[in-house]
């Protein structure tokens, strides 16, 4: 009979900075806030190395530090997952790796499994939903591969499920490759490209990930203008907002690591104070939202107004064609440009037509400014009347290319 751990107390409650730690609060602080521990930041394929680059400028050791395909690694405590989950502009989410081991077949991988800590690291009275992938491997049923890890996780902390939705706030991830059986815990929970600022979007919106990517690639500068003429719901506009406002995408919303026995509330409120006490208030705009469609534009102005954004985004229905640099300042700055895909707005045809009618009105108004232009198809490429970098780009399952370049 497998003698199951009692947990010693609930690590939800408040307590009391005057009882005595206890023996689980001990074992949670050795193992789990003290340790040093592997993690890997995901990312949208193609932007591994804008994440690491935004590791190294959020001061993470470059000791071990690396990129990996569909994302980045580093290492850090505990308090280092939260702040990557708070200020990480690029990552999809964080995992923190757990154990890597060799099995080969169920009862092994239960066992091993079993043997893991897993009452420090999951919330008492739940069980993880697992998300498992098995490549070349001999465990290579994923339905088996999960119900061997469950039953491990059920060996160890004794917790049942309770329903069909157990576990639905936590998610394990199992990737087996070559006999290789990696466990990582996801500490994000909802992808970290839901910043909590937006609460709805127009149609073909990018996501907030790759939009902070891009204004990276472009070397967007916060004191000069960005400018967003075909706004839709404002991705590039409103993530250029909380890089000139200096506010961690992190501060509007909740993580799975909350519900972690090794939370802290205490300890997040200063992390999260220290994030709002670097962001700015801006003396005026520099960053000019604009799209012929005014449902768009009405529903883009209640999000600035709403987050306070008001004194770093300006918002005004307009067509892309009738901009003009008079418009924003005396200074050129970066444009940047999501049109039309041609499956999700409009025809193909049309989608080319309206590429090289942009391409035309920017160079012909434009010059001197900075741009970065998503073309729907490589071919739209052939021909393009100014200099630019040519980088492929994934977008809702669509292969893109990112323009991004000067217009002289």
């Known amino acids: ?42 990312t949208p394929p ?51 790796r757990i154990s890597s081991f060799s099995a080969t077949n169920r009862r092994q991988l239960e066992k091993k499994v079993s043997k893991l800590s ?16 098995s490549i070349k491997s001999r465990l290579y049923h994923t339905q088996a ?62 996501r907030e990930t790759l939009a902070a990517a891009i204004l990276k690639m472009a070397g967007y500068n916060p004191k000069r203008p960005l400018v967003d003429p075909m706004c839709g719901s404002g991705t590039f506009s409103l993530e250029a907002c909380l890089m000139a406002k200096q506010m961690a995408p992190g501060c509007l919303r909740s993580f799975s690591f909350m519900g972690w026995p090794a939370y802290r509330e205490k300890q997040w409120v200063f992390e999260k104070r220290n994030a709002e006490s670097a962001i700015v208030t801006l003396d005026t705009p520099l960053i000019y939202a604009s799209d012929m469609d005014p449902a ?64 035309e009105h920017l160079v012909q108004h434009f010059k001197g400014w900075s741009v970065a232009l998503i073309s729907p198809r490589p071919g739209f490429t052939g021909r393009l009347p100014f200099s630019a970098r040519r980088l492929p780009l994934l977008h809702g399952g669509l292969k893109l290319t990112l323009l991004i370049g000067a217009i002289n």
Not at 55 to 82: H, Q
């Open 296 to 359: 768009a534009c009405k529903m883009l102005e209640e999000t600035v107004v709403s987050n306070h954004f008001s004194d770093a985004v300006s918002v005004r229905q307009m067509d892309f064609f009738d901009c003009r640099p008079s418009l924003y300042g005396e200074h050129s700055g970066l444009i940047t440009i999501n049109p039309p895909y041609g499956k999700r707005l409009g025809t193909l045809t049309q989608a080319k037509d309206l590429f090289n009618d942009i391409c």
């Open 118 to 133: 897993w009452e420090l690291l999951l919330p008492a009275r739940s069980l993880p939903l697992v998300k498992a992938r």
């Open 1 to 42: 009979m497998i003698s199951l751990p009692v947990r010693q107390t609930d690590p939800k409650m408040p307590q009391n900075s005057n009882t005595p730690e206890t023996a689980f609060e001990k074992r949670i602080r050795r193992h789990v806030n003290g340790r040093v521990r592997a993690y890997y930041a995901i």
């Open 46 to 96: 193609g932007l591994e190395k804008v994440c690491h680059r935004e590791l190294t400028d959020l001061g993470f050791s470059t000791e071990d530090m690396g990129v990996e395909s569909g994302g980045a690694t580093f290492t850090g405590r505990f308090v280092d997952c939260m702040k990557a989950n708070l200020h990480l502009r690029t990552a999809t989410r964080v995992l923190m």
């Open 145 to 206: 591969i999960t119900e061997s890890v469950l039953a491990g996780v059920i060996s160890r902390t004794g917790e049942m499920p309770t329903d069909g939705c157990q576990g639905i706030h936590q998610t394990l991830f199992v990737r087996v490759v070559n006999d290789r059986v990696t466990l990582s815990l996801d500490s994000s929970g909802e992808p970290l490209y839901k910043r909590g600022v937006k609460k709805t979007a127009a149609n073909a919106p990018i």
